[in-house]
């Protein structure tokens, strides 16, 4: 029973005993709540007023003076044990409230009194303001439940919450979530983080999920998004073919050199301002990423990366790269402009694995006189190994291609060609049909990743080669000569299998070749194509006769597009010189080389255009050219 206080008709205060369950209070304001006094009465309702203090129940109509709060549970309820035991129950001498209570038993039971007691209270617990965990959850798309209509999302809360809850009184839920990208990102709360972090490699409906936590922002809803348009879904198959042409599995090398040549990227104006070339790396290495169900998966596939050839002059615009292959363990850097160490300061701790860093090229490497030179299977060293190769590869398979086969190619080598038929603006040259490509190309892109054909179309053994190129059309090589109709880049790896069978690995060489030919088709037409090459070398086997071997063999082919060779140029002068500091230049220069003033600013204002370690690097080429009088005592000092 639970006891309330009203006001009659007259004025007079009545009490009332009121079973609980017939007890109906609904929030109405902060202060007053009506009250449904008995079932017989349903259709009159009395406004009751706590008044704080000595807790009795008033009820006067209308508004009532504000007071300070009144106790309530979490339903928003009168909490009843706030009504003060000791105070008077009005005029009529009813006794207190203790010697009611006495009488007619407890108002409540023992355990909806605990339960008062625990939610009795409208003070906010710390757990409910608690800034929410953000977890970032990877692999649902690669599930079975990823064909549902809203990609798993549901399904995925649904397993995580049972899991989680499955040995707790309390079950733990996920307050909200959303897919964003390739990953599904939930906010949970800060108690219940720990216990979904445990699910980390739990398969989800066939498929290994990864779940960590993350400090960014709640992505923007993707309801609000737009659809990709036709031309958004045209540009990355186009780069999902670049990606085809230059990723070389048995190498697990992605090849991302001198990507300003590229034909396709050249030809569809991604390099023509220096914003979009930053968009369409960046949107490379995120599709490359996305291709691989996990990190291992993708730790294990791609293990070295080339950015040769590009330009660089520091990692801002790369920097993509360190947050999608933080695993790899050979990085290539040569021929850009970085000048300074420290210009790669930004890629400090992002890969923690990697073993082998080539900046051959760089005038860093002049700058940096105890930089580690790096020794090894190269072919730009002087055993010319590796352009040797290229030359005898070319001739042959333009006169002879089955002597190619026997003398390169073993058992174990394996070729592969693939054919991207997009129309290439730009060129002069007469199209040539594909027809005699399209049943040995291995284009991923048109035949799907689940086809047979993929297995198939790679042609394994010297002699099923050999077979294969005899139904290709004849070809003629631009002459290596012709070095800007070429783009050759070069690249060490390592742990590959010693043919000799000892069980140890050796190292070998990883050759792309960018450059066209001349092909005369079935009609007697004769047309040009554009073509890249990927060559992973190995040491031969004994008794092949040749010290190298071809142990893969990547050709893919695309319509005649020009090859898009950089001409040197004077690099631009450094930002803030003024006369103060030219003329600090010159005196240092001077200095450090004992040539006159005169000598020392045409040095710096010549090729070098202000840049003191390129005048350091001229003067030391033309230092025994000078006259005597370029010198301050007829001589050159030392140059520290």
Request: hydrophobic share 40%.
């Amino acid at each position: 029973m639970v006891l309330l206080y009203a006001t009659s008709a007259n004025g007079q205060a009545q009490l009332a005993r009121i079973p609980l369950l017939s007890l109906s209070l609904i929030p109405r304001g902060p202060f007053s709540r009506p009250c449904s006094l008995s079932p017989s009465a349903a259709k009159t309702t009395t406004y009751l007023r706590v008044e704080p203090g000595n807790g009795r129940v008033r009820g006067r109509g209308g508004i009532q003076k504000r007071r300070a709060d009144t106790r309530t549970d979490t339903d928003g309820d009168v909490a009843m044990d706030s009504i003060n035991p000791g105070a008077s129950s009005g005029r009529g001498g009813r006794g207190h409230l203790n010697a009611q209570k006495a009488r007619n038993g407890p108002r409540t039971s023992s355990r909806l009194a605990a339960k008062l007691d625990t939610y009795g209270t409208s003070a906010p617990s710390k757990e409910r303001f608690a800034k929410p965990v953000l977890l970032k959850v990877l692999g649902v798309k690669q599930s079975k439940a990823a064909s549902n209509p809203d990609g798993g999302e549901r399904s995925l809360v649904v397993f995580l919450e049972k899991k989680a809850s499955k040995n707790l009184e309390t079950p733990i839920k996920i307050n909200k979530s959303v897919t964003s990208g390739e990953h599904v990102v939930l906010s949970v709360s800060k108690s219940a983080a720990p216990e979904f972090l445990k699910l980390n490699n739990f398969d989800f409906a066939g498929s290994a999920i990864t779940i960590t936590e993350t400090d960014e922002p709640w992505p923007r809803s993707v309801s609000a998004a737009k659809a990709p348009t036709a031309e958004t879904q045209s540009v990355k198959e186009d780069l999902k073919a670049v990606l085809a042409s230059r990723y070389n599995a048995e190498a697990r090398l992605l090849d991302l050199s001198a990507l300003g040549q590229d034909p396709i990227l050249v030809s569809k104006g991604f390099f023509e301002e220096a914003s979009r070339a930053v968009k369409a790396f960046s949107a490379l290495i995120t599709i490359a990423s996305g291709a691989y169900k996990s990190a291992q998966e993708k730790k294990e596939g791609v293990q070295y990366v080339s950015l040769a050839n590009n330009a660089l002059d520091n990692v801002a615009h790369v920097f993509d790269l360190a947050k999608h292959f933080p695993g790899i363990v050979g990085l290539d850097l040569s021929n850009n402009q970085f000048s300074k160490i420290t210009q790669l300061g930004r890629w400090r701790h992002h890969f923690p694995e990697l073993s082998e860093l080539r900046l051959a090229g760089n005038p860093l490497v002049a700058e940096e006189p105890n930089l580690e030179t790096e020794v090894g299977f190269d072919f730009r060293d002087t055993s010319g190994l590796g352009e040797g190769f290229l030359r005898e590869f070319f001739a042959l398979y333009d006169a002879d291609r089955a002597a190619l086969a026997k003398k390169f190619y073993d058992e174990d080598s394996t070729f592969s060609a693939a054919i991207i038929v997009a129309s290439i603006k730009g060129s002069d040259k007469a199209i040539l049909p594909w027809k005699p490509y399209l049943r040995f190309s291995r284009n991923i892109k048109f035949l799907g990743a689940r086809n047979n054909e993929n297995r198939r179309r790679l042609f394994r053994g010297a002699q099923f080669i050999s077979d294969v190129w005899k139904q290709l059309p004849a070809t003629k090589h631009v002459p290596i000569e012709e070095i800007d109709k070429w783009v050759v880049d070069a690249h060490i790896v390592h742990d590959l299998a010693d043919p000799t069978g000892t069980g140890t690995t050796v190292d070998g060489l990883v050759i792309t070749v960018n450059g066209e030919f001349e092909e005369l088709s079935e009609a007697g037409k004769a047309g040009h194509r554009t073509f890249s090459r990927h060559f992973l070398l190995g040491p031969a086997k004994p008794g092949r006769g040749t010290i190298i071997r071809v142990i893969s063999d990547q050709i893919t082919l695309r319509g005649h597009q020009p090859i898009a060779v950089n001409s040197p140029q004077a690099p631009m002068p450094p930002n803030g010189l003024d006369d103060a500091l030219k003329l600090k230049m010159v005196q240092e220069l001077s200095e450090r080389t004992g040539m006159t003033l005169e000598y020392s600013q045409l040095c710096l204002s010549g090729e070098a255009n202000w840049h003191f370690h390129l005048a350091l690097r001229s003067f030391d080429a033309l230092c025994g050219t000078l006259p005597a009088d370029a010198f301050i005592n007829g001589k050159p000092s030392h140059v520290a």
